[in-house]
């Protein structure tokens, strides 16, 4: 399935680790005087009150899986919304966010989504959603060159078999740094009828790309095109090409939000934003998207 090259080299997705976000305080507890007060005798017309589940203030849960039929197997940790195990009968949108070069499937972890999409839940900025984090290992290994595959054909899938996902493309988004950006524009252009949301975190992408990431742009109809958002740091080495990107991305008329901070290629960088992104990604779930 391989669009354009993402063995990204040193310079253009390895990663400094940087500061994490810290773990939301618990909600304050809230007190009360009791007055005792005889119950009323239930009538015919008596509608009884629901207890609101006390899991609906406490945090998510993150959990590791497998899917043992793919080749190698695949592994993805998998972020459920606080009340997941209690409400069976929801479904939720699901982000399927992918790490960068040298890193693993605990790397968005490490940068304090879990906490944040807690945060946003709880306050009531956002409806509960599923985020996985699919592992890239492999990258420097001949096995690396299929994660595409293996991510399009088992993990989405899977995924949507194993937990309650509303499984279409407007509940149904895509993201990436570094390396996993570069991903997250390959496989989100080839698969437009999966993905109705692209997040490029500082993508890594090759100016010797441009002219195949352009035909692939040209052919998606503007109906079938992502909403796509588009960040890089003001100190970001690749931010030359990352700049030609969206350059391509205009003269294409492809509608997308294009941000340019202070920062560089850093997982400080990334942690500095993880909430605006998240903020971003649920905003599409709450918008018409194209069918």
Request: net charge negative; hydrophobic share 35%.
């Amino acid at each position: 399935m391989t669009i354009f090259s993402l063995l990204c080299g040193p310079s253009a997705c390895s990663t400094t680790k940087g500061n994490v976000p810290t773990q939301t305080p618990p909600l304050p507890t809230l007190t009360a005087t009791i007055t005792f007060t005889p119950s009323p005798v239930p009538t015919a017309t008596t509608t009884p009150t629901a207890t609101p589940l006390a899991c609906l203030s406490e945090p998510g849960t993150v959990k590791q899986d497998v899917i043992a039929t793919s080749n190698p197997p695949q592994e993805f940790l998998i972020y459920l919304p606080p009340c997941y195990e209690q409400s069976t009968d929801l479904r939720y949108p699901v982000l399927y966010l992918l790490h960068g070069q040298t890193y693993a499937d605990d790397q968005w972890i490490r940068l304090g989504v879990p906490q944040i999409a807690d945060q946003l839940i709880h306050s009531g900025e956002a409806s509960a959603f599923i985020v996985v984090f699919p592992d890239d290992r492999y990258w420097n290994l001949k096995a690396g060159a299929a994660f595409g595959n293996r991510f399009i054909l088992d993990v989405v899938p899977n995924v949507d078999i194993r937990y309650r996902t509303i499984a279409d493309r407007a509940h149904r988004s895509l993201g990436g740094l570094s390396r996993g950006g570069g991903w997250a524009i390959e496989l989100g252009f080839a698969n437009p009828e999966l993905f109705g949301s692209l997040g490029l975190h500082s993508p890594g992408v090759f100016n010797e790309d441009a002219p195949y990431i352009e035909k692939i742009i040209q052919n998606l109809p503007q109906e079938s095109r992502p909403r796509l958002w588009l960040d890089v740091g003001d100190a970001d080495s690749e931010l030359a090409s990352i700049t030609s990107f969206e350059q391509i991305l205009t003269r294409n008329d492809y509608i997308h939000s294009f941000h340019l901070y202070a920062g560089d290629h850093t997982e400080d960088y990334w942690g500095r934003h993880v909430q605006e992104y998240l903020l971003w990604y649920v905003q599409g779930w709450q918008e018409p998207i194209e069918q």
